[in-house]
């Protein structure tokens, strides 16, 4: 399946990347997978994905590493929010 | 929730302006309570001479209409206005304004303070901070997550 995934902030930074649209392979169905699933593309990717901190949305809704994501979904992983 | 409760905006405003129209034809407000935030000069120690607010179009407008619904729930609202801003912003420049208009000024207080601890918790802005040193990106702070925690108790 097909998902739309976004970086935010100094996640976009570290990564080069505001966003891309990845295709899964099987066995990537939830956020922590897809985590996993990118950081397995190397150090420059697996670093800045590993901060204990970093927060994820699944069509723009908070989520967590359980949550499940499917077909045209937008997943989006950030740092933790500093507005206001 | 009135049309136009929520703008996330590149533009400033005039806070006392934004009061007036919530109130603008209404004998039931008694009170109206507002919050404006602005850029400091310095932060951790750090001289601050302007930032950069990035945030995540679609999903910021959703997180705060759920906080403004939330709080109506909570307290007897006649109208709540949240006005946010995004893009490079210099130091005195306002960042965020919440009016929320009620018949009485404990909920109006209330609900404005709500409003803020939740928008500083669950919107997704963020600051990049211009420094003698170069940008930095402002870290979480725990104070916002213990300021959200404790309306759980109060519920």
Redesign the interface.
């Known amino acids: 399946m097909q998902v739309k995934i976004l970086y935010f902030a100094g996640l976009r930074e570290a990564l080069g990347c505001a966003g891309e649209t990845v295709e899964l392979p099987v066995g990537v169905g939830n956020v922590g997978e897809l985590r996993a699933f990118l950081s397995a593309r190397g150090d420059s990717w697996q670093t800045p994905l590993s901060r204990g901190n970093l927060r994820f949305a699944v069509n723009q809704r908070m989520a967590g590493p359980e949550s499940a994501i499917g077909p045209g979904d937008e997943v989006a992983f950030f740092p933790p929010v500093t507005g206001g | 929730m009135t049309p136009g409760a929520i703008s996330v905006q590149r533009e400033d405003f005039d806070p006392g302006r934004e009061a007036d129209a919530l109130i603008a034809g209404r004998r039931d407000v008694g009170a109206v309570a507002t919050f404006v935030?602005l850029v400091r000069d310095a932060n951790e120690g750090c001289g601050v001479d302007a930032m950069t607010?990035?945030?995540?179009p679609?999903?910021t407008e959703?997180?705060l209409e759920e906080i403004v619904a939330d709080a109506q729930q909570r307290w007897p609202l006649q109208g709540v206005r949240v006005i946010?801003r995004y893009g490079r912003l210099e130091t005195g420049a306002r960042?965020?304004f919440v009016a929320v208009a009620s018949a009485h000024r404990g909920a109006a207080f209330a609900a404005c303070e709500f409003i803020?601890d939740f928008?500083?918790?669950?919107?997704?802005?963020?600051?990049?901070e211009e420094t003698p040193d170069g940008g930095r990106?402002?870290?979480?702070r725990e104070a916002?997550d213990d300021a959200a925690a404790r309306w759980q108790k109060k519920a």
């Not at chain 2, 928008?119 to 990049?128: D, G, H």
């Open positions: 935030g607010l990035e945030h995540y679609g999903m959703a997180a946010h960042i965020v803020m928008l500083k918790t669950r919107a997704p802005f963020w600051k990049k990106w402002v870290d979480a916002d």
